[in-house]
């Protein structure tokens, strides 16, 4: 019966399978002081306690009352303002960063990928990149446009000008993202497609530069240095079929509103002239309101995605304040001093916010919270000014692109795993209803 009894070793290491502590690296006077401080009957004479926390001071180095790591009635106690613990409790009341901000997210402070821009223009009246539906973002560098691919990574050359001396002034894509309008600085608007990588039409109505571009359905409007803007219909040979007259310098900045009822336009003579989609053959076209309030050129207009009368602007570096625009009432819904040069502007879709690019002295990029204007956090990064921002589709990133020849994306607005499969799932649900009414 023995021979099927276990054998137990002796292990071959000294308490290999017990913890021994090491006493010397405790304080076991300390302990045992606290231990029999417990028992003895409660001194509650203010001089005492004095005495005995100065003598504790004294001998020890902190109080034997801070010294305690759990207390086992009572609430804990707090420590006053910037004290440390020598001993370095983990305990402590104050709720930490983290769970005090429980609406709060994390916003990475680096940027997620860095490309090379070389031979970007720096100037700020131009728009030289542009995110499209499908994942492409259009770059122009001098007199090229290249287009990289999010998500491969791949790099293609679209085009380059036959000129040398000439460049490309503006990049804009259409909803679909399958075609390309591009501005350049002889005054032309060409419209690109992108698949077959071929130039579709060249059209020219401008006389100088045309540094900003928006589409609107098939409509494709173009702002030039002369202050005009133009109305393209894109489907028909005689493209040009309005002209906008607002502005006495030139045009840098130009949006449509998502439901397409106003083109929003800003310029180097301080103006913002909200234009209104007029339909017919009428050459009498006005702005519905002219905002005059900023003190430089406007190069950055946005559109809110949740409010379609809402708009938000930004001045250059004369001005530097950023202010939101109530389009139906003509109001001033907000101003903010941004202490710089304001390059670009983006709203959130997936949060109640705006992120803004800016020039000196920090280049940074400022996430703000809607309608409080309270800044979020500041991206830094930039060693030269901002000049243009784009959004990815899914609106999590936002592109920036400066003048130190760099591509910075950040992955800023980026949704909770929760909130993203919620979202996923709601448009899933309406792209089938819209093929089940189409079938």
């Not at 000294?14 to 076991?28: L, N």
């Not at 045992?32 to 003895?40: V, Y």
């Not at 000014?385 to 607005?413: H, I, K, Q, Y």
Request: hydrophobic content about 35%; proline content about 4%; overall charge neutral.
């Amino acid at each position: 019966g023995k021979s099927g009894s276990k054998i137990q070793n002796t292990p071959s290491k000294a308490g290999g399978d017990r913890y021994i502590p090491s006493r010397s690296t405790m304080q076991m006077e300390m302990a045992n002081f606290l231990l029999t401080k417990e028992n003895d009957p409660a001194d509650e004479s203010p001089t005492k306690k004095e005495q005995q926390k100065a003598w504790a001071m004294n001998l020890n180095g902190f109080d034997v009352e801070e010294a305690k790591i759990l207390r086992l009635s009572g609430k804990p106690q707090n420590a006053p303002e910037g004290y440390q613990n020598n001993l370095k409790v983990l305990y402590s009341q104050k709720t930490t960063p983290g769970s005090s901000r429980k609406n709060g997210r994390y916003i990475p402070s680096m940027p997620d990928r860095i490309l090379d821009a070389p031979e970007i223009h720096n100037d700020y009246y131009l728009n030289l990149i542009d995110w499209s539906s499908q994942n492409f973002l259009a770059v122009a560098l001098h007199n090229f446009v290249y287009l990289w691919s999010y998500t491969s990574g791949e790099i293609i050359q679209l085009l380059q000008m036959e000129n040398s001396d000439d460049y490309i002034s503006s990049v804009s894509w259409t909803k679909e993202g399958n075609y390309l309008a591009v501005g350049t600085s002889n005054a032309e608007v060409q419209l690109w497609d992108v698949q077959q990588q071929k130039r579709l039409r060249n059209m020219t109505s401008h006389s100088s530069r045309v540094g900003s571009l928006s589409w609107n359905s098939h409509i494709l409007s173009s702002g030039a240095r002369s202050g005009h803007i133009h109305h393209h219909d894109v489907r028909v040979a005689q493209h040009h079929v309005a002209t906008l007259v607002g502005h006495t310098q030139e045009v840098c900045g130009l949006k449509w509103s998502l439901d397409g009822r106003y083109l929003a336009s800003g310029g180097n003579d301080n103006l913002v002239n909200i234009w209104p989609c007029t339909q017919g053959d009428s050459r009498d076209y006005a702005p519905v309101q002219t905002f005059t309030q900023h003190q430089g050129a406007v190069k950055a207009v946005a559109w809110c995605p949740w409010q379609s009368n809402v708009l938000a602007t930004g001045g250059g570096t004369s001005d530097r304040h950023i202010r939101i625009w109530s389009v139906s009432s003509g109001a001033c819904l907000a101003a903010v001093d941004a202490h710089s040069q304001v390059c670009s502007i983006l709203w959130s879709t997936n949060y109640k916010e705006l992120i803004s690019g800016h020039g000196f002295a920090q280049n940074q990029l400022v996430i703000w919270k809607y309608p409080t204007m309270a800044k979020v956090t500041e991206l830094r990064g930039h060693t030269a000014r901002v000049l243009n921002l784009t959004m990815s589709p899914d609106g999590a990133t936002v592109a920036s692109a400066a003048a130190d020849e760099t591509l910075r994306l950040w992955r800023c607005f980026e949704l909770d795993p929760i909130t993203k499969k919620e979202k996923e799932r709601a448009s899933s649900a309406k792209s089938s209803i819209i093929q089940h009414s189409i079938r």
